[in-house]
């Protein structure tokens, strides 16, 4: 009875630290062999959200769940990036969506309700959130300018980056510059809009 109390205590240990979601594989190193997780499943003691994937129940519900919950399914490897890093960090306006994850590897994985993406990060592009982790102010706005995205939307991110001081115009176009120069010129016609619309605000004046 010690061991299982023990071992429940674990896994709500986990899973606190992860918004009550846990993995297949992490319960399965704790001691949860794969017969006692059906177990748990059919009492209702955990709640599957997908393969491999659980949760505690009765869990309360906040707006940042979806991105520790694809932090849990990339097993940890995963960084939320691109319009949703933007949209954590308050940069540009984008719909929510698909969340945008980068793993450090390619996967032929195909799962609805993420977009994946493969690129090696560096501890320094790298943020820390509650359960999960997710790119920098400088390299989600880089990740943009080299993604898709329309022209006006990455110069809204630019422009309420550089405004909040969470970037700066010389990082931006220092880093810009070896990110490619497609990236490099999407970046530079964004900062020129920032320049115009300054310029504009001081005749105004």
Not at 54 to 81: K, N
């Amino acid at each position: 009875m010690g061991d299982r109390i023990d071992l429940r205590r674990q896994l709500q240990g986990l899973a606190f630290r992860q918004a009550g979601y846990f993995s297949a594989r992490q319960a399965f190193a704790l001691g949860y062999t794969y017969q006692a997780q059906k177990y748990h499943v059919d009492k209702g003691n955990w709640l599957r959200i997908d393969r491999a994937l659980f949760r505690l129940p009765d869990w309360p519900s906040e707006e940042t769940d979806i991105y520790v919950r694809w932090s849990v399914w990339a097993e940890g490897s995963g960084t939320i990036s691109h319009q949703s890093a933007a949209n954590i960090l308050g940069l540009g306006d984008f719909d929510a969506g698909d969340v945008h994850l980068t793993l450090p590897r390619p996967t032929k994985s195909k799962v609805s309700g993420v977009v994946l993406h493969h690129a090696p990060l560096l501890p320094s592009e790298i943020a820390h959130r509650p359960g999960f982790a997710l790119t920098t102010p400088l390299r989600s706005v880089l990740d943009l300018a080299a993604s898709s995205v329309a022209q006006e939307r990455l110069s809204a991110v630019v422009l309420d980056g550089v405004d909040s001081a969470m970037l700066t115009k010389r990082r931006l176009r220092l880093a810009a510059s070896s990110f490619g120069d497609s990236a490099a010129l999407r970046i530079e016609r964004a900062l020129t809009e920032l320049d115009k619309i300054a310029s504009d605000e001081s005749l105004s004046k």
